[in-house]
Every structure is written in structure tokens, then in C-alpha cells.
């Protein structure tokens, strides 16, 4: 139980982060920001399998939802697959090296194209916008984005290795 309050108030923590400080590192004419939610998802998601990052994708998605008093639902269901797709690359035996390579960041990047694709697709329907604009413009860029702040739990990692 313990362990569980602890990937929750983690993700709560980068929800806040994400709502409130994120936009510090916004580029592009288009406002595109690093999902750190995600990251978090996707760690939960290789630690704790699918269901656990099913759970977590949906509980943070939900949050942000209830956040931004936006398209209620939206975020939830993107997370949610995120979260399930992270845990396919959960193995009992290689957690450790799975967060400390490039795993991690490959594992990152696939459940952010899948969460943008799902977000970005229904969010823009109606809106005129061709689904290469949409591809170009947000899709790519955001998973790319979030693909490099992946690395940064990889450093940690692999410096919390080098201490042992």
C-alpha cells in the first residue's frame, strides 16, 4: 500500500508541474510542451504492469481533465492507452535495466505518439485542420519533446546505479 501512495503522490506532484511550470519550456509557435504526466504513466506502467498503468493513466488523465475544464473524458482515455501500451515493456527480471537504458526512452516515446495520436485526432475533429497538419504540428513534435525530458530519469537512474 505504501508503495502504491507513493506513485500517486509522484504523479500528483507532476500533474501540478504540468498545469502550472510547464510552459517555461513551451517551443514553437504552437505551444508544445514535454508530457511529464507521461513519463510518470510509463514508469508506473513498466513497474507495475498493465493494469497499474492503466490505473495511473487514468487517474492523472481524469485530473487534468478536471483541470482544464476542457474536453472532460479526452486526456483520460489517452492516458489510459498509454498506460496499458507501457506495460507490454514490463519484465519482472529486467526493471532495472529497462529504466536505466534506452528502453525507457523508446517506451516513452511510442506511448506519447499513441497518447497524442488518440488526444490530438478526436480533440481536432471538426476543426478543418488535415490530419498531416495535425501529425506535424503537435503530434510528432510533443512525442519528440517528451522523448528527450525521457532521459532525464534515465541519468538518475543510471547515477543511483553508480552508487550502489
Known sequence: ???YLKYAVILFLLVLIQK???WIFSVTEYSITPDIVLIGIVYTGINKGKIGGSLS??????LIDLMSFSFIGLMALSKTTA????????????IDKYLSGYVFVVACFI???CSNFIYYFIYFQGSGLEITDIFLRYIIPTSFYTM???VIPVIFARKKMFRR
Do not use: A, D, R, Y
Open 1 to 3: 500500500m505504501k508503495e
Open 20 to 22: 502550472t511550470l510547464i
Open 57 to 62: 493513466g487514468f487517474i492523472t488523465g481524469l
Open 83 to 94: 498506460g496499458f501500451i507501457s506495460g507490454f515493456f514490463m519484465n519482472e527480471n529486467k
Open 111 to 113: 506511448c506519447s505518439f
Open 148 to 150: 528527450i525530458f525521457s
